[in-house]
């Protein structure tokens, strides 16, 4: 059986990937989605390397074949455990050096009060096209973030390209990573890019269109990791 580990974004959760897991459980792919977790000392003391030590680790305790399939902050860490990976989907991920200077410039504070913040109306907003019980869902479950991990990824990360295939997954519209910069990354690596019709950010994941994109992705993986 394959194995699949998928890595959410900032200020998620693994709740991100619920549509995305029964896709993949369905397709008997084996999956595992964790909850990034903060140093002992909060928040504000978390750097991208500890994030990234979790993910390598939770990588390693996955049988093979496996594939990282990372969202946002989760497609960049998943390209820092990439070697370990024998595939790879990265989902609007933020993207490393050079690409990176194609992010929106934004000043994060230590920590990103994302949770304590919230507001119904302004995850409405960010999840355009969604159904109400989502919405509802992830207004819930948002969590505050580390902003020196932002800003580090914003910063510009060395991150080489992938040995194994690898999908990058694109939205329409999105104004956190503008779609042309993942394309660009992807022409630049020959990864194969899957451009799909969602308008937001996490709409991959959170969307209407998330269960057939995430269909898609799966019908990738059968040809690019066949099951045995």
């Known amino acids: 059986m394959r194995a699949a580990l998928l890595v959410h974004g900032a200020g998620g959760g693994g709740w991100e990937w619920n549509v995305w897991r029964g896709v993949f459980e369905a397709a008997r792919i084996r999956v595992e989605a964790p909850d990034l977790e903060p140093v002992r000392d909060g928040l504000a003391a978390t750097r991208l390397e500890d994030y990234q030590a979790q993910v390598c680790a939770a990588l390693a305790d996955l049988p093979r074949p496996r594939v990282l399939v990372g969202a946002s902050l989760g497609g960049l860490l998943a390209l820092g455990a990439a070697t370990d990976a024998d595939a790879v989907v990265l989902v609007n991920p933020l993207p490393p050096a050079p690409w990176h200077a194609g992010l929106p410039v934004r000043a994060w504070p230590h920590v990103v009060s994302w949770r304590r913040d919230a507001r119904l109306a302004g995850t409405r907003r960010a999840l355009p096209g969604t159904d ?21 990824a914003q910063g510009g ?6 040995a194994c295939p690898t999908l990058c997954v694109v939205s329409r519209y999105d104004e956190d990573v503008p779609p042309e910069t993942t394309r660009a990354m992807a022409d630049a690596w020959g990864a194969e890019t899957l451009q799909t019709l969602s308008d937001s950010h996490v709409g991959p994941l959170l969307g209407r269109e998330a269960a057939g994109i995430a269909a898609q992705a799966v019908e990738w993986l059968n040809r690019a990791l066949p099951a045995a």
């Open 132 to 152: 109400e019980a989502t919405a509802l869902f992830a207004f819930r479950h948002w969590r505050d973030e580390s902003g020196a991990v932002l800003r580090e």
């Open 157 to 162: 990360v060395a991150r080489g390209r992938p």
